[in-house]
Structure formats: C-alpha cells, structure tokens
C-alpha cells in the first residue's frame, strides 16, 4: 500500500526521497511540508551527485524516526537489512547504479523538467514503490 503512494508523490513531480518519507508522513506525524524541506537535497542521489539513491535515504529516514525507542545499534541494523533487501531486488542502493544512460552524462545541480520522456527513461517511480514497500517490514 505505502508502496503506491510513495509512486504516485514521485509521479506529482517529488524527488524520490520526499516521495518515499511523505508516505509515512501520519505515522512520523511531519507535515508535507516540513518533509519537503527536510527531504529535499536527497534528490537524484544527494543533491544529483547519484551517490545514495534518495528512495533508500527516504527508507532510512523512516526507519530511523518510528525505530527511535531502540538502540542506535538496533536501528543500524534494521536500516542495514532494509538497504540489503532493496540491494537484492535492484542490484545496488547507488543511484549512479541504478540509472544508466545519458542521464549520467547531466552533472548539473538543476534537475530536469518532469514530463512523459523524464519518467520514461528512469526507474525511479518503481524504486520509490520498492523502498517504501521495504520500508513496511521494518517499522
């Protein structure tokens, strides 16, 4: 379920972590907006540089704040078995990994405009499901 609503936020034209942490926005109880700001430089692999894929920093986000009664030990786990799981179906959580193509070539920090070519030559909306779906298993 939290899957397709982190898939639709990315489909609205939010980067994949906003995406992925406003489907949990009642359940860490931040406004859309306070995510929006707090989520915004994870885009396109922290601020496009396509280092961690911003789905699993979402994932890790959530993770971390409804796990925050536990350990820091206990919470490294379960975000590392999260990141394992996402690695097993993908291949990788490194977003430079996980994309291909010319859009490796675009080193700018202005992201692209979002319309029917920029969703078609990503992946991203089904990573944004995937992570969010993991996310489920872990909170």
Do not use: H, W
Not at 45 to 67: D, E, H, K
Not at 100 to 107: A, E, F, M, P, Q
Not at 126 to 138: G, R
Request: aromatic share 8%; hydrophobic share 40%.
């Amino acid at each position: 379920m939290k899957g397709e609503i982190a898939k639709g936020y990315f489909l609205q034209g939010f980067n994949c972590c906003q995406a992925v942490v406003l489907a949990f926005k009642d359940e860490i109880k931040l406004s859309e907006d306070d995510i929006k700001r707090l989520c915004v430089g994870f885009g396109g692999g922290l601020a496009r540089q396509r280092l961690t894929c911003g789905a699993v920093s979402g994932m890790a986000m959530v993770i971390g704040a409804l796990n925050a009664d536990k350990s820091k030990a206990e919470v490294y786990l379960l975000i590392q078995k999260a990141c394992e799981d996402f690695k097993a179906e993908t291949g990788s959580i490194i977003c430079g990994e996980l994309l291909s193509g010319d859009i490796l070539k675009d080193k700018s920090c202005v992201p692209e405009e979002r319309t029917a070519e920029y969703y078609k030559k990503r992946p991203c909306a089904e990573l944004c499901y995937l992570a969010a779906e993991i996310t489920e298993k872990y909170i």
